[in-house]
């Protein structure tokens, strides 16, 4: 599991990006973004990019969190409330694990827990 977060913590982008990752457990992963001025879009909502990418992280981390790299294969978000301010978490979970492809289920929530996003995402196990 230490391998997984020194790899993660070698995340340019999500270091630039304000991602921290929380946790990280076999199939599982939560990461933390506190909403920054430049995460916002031109109507002063957090960008989508920005969320996709709280989300991709998360789906990134419960992927590698086993002794295997693996890469996404497909993403697909659902943005379900705005957000300005304050702090974003995505939690995901793993669905499914086979031989060489996995699946994952992210939400992603405000502080007070309410449903901002949800995030799918499948992963293929590299040799």
């Known amino acids: 599991m230490e391998h997984t977060k020194t790899f993660l913590q070698n995340d340019k982008f999500a270091q630039h990006a304000g991602l921290e990752l929380l946790e990280v457990t076999p199939g599982t992963a939560t ?51 705005g957000v300005r301010s304050g702090t974003l978490y995505a939690k995901a979970e793993e669905v499914s694990n086979t031989r060489k492809i996995s699946v994952y289920s992210i939400k992603i929530t405000n502080e007070k827990n309410e449903l901002v996003a949800t995030f799918q995402g499948t992963a293929y196990k590299k040799e």
Do not use: C, E, W
């Not at 990418?53 to 992927?63: K, Y």
């Not at 497909?74 to 379900?80: G, K, M, Q, R, V």
């Open 31 to 81: 990461v933390r973004m506190d909403v920054q001025p430049f995460h916002l879009n031109g109507v002063g909502l957090v960008h989508g990019a920005a969320i996709f990418s709280l989300a991709d992280f998360a789906f990134a981390a419960s992927a590698n969190s086993y002794d295997y790299v693996a890469v996404a294969l497909n993403a697909t978000i659902s943005f379900l409330k």
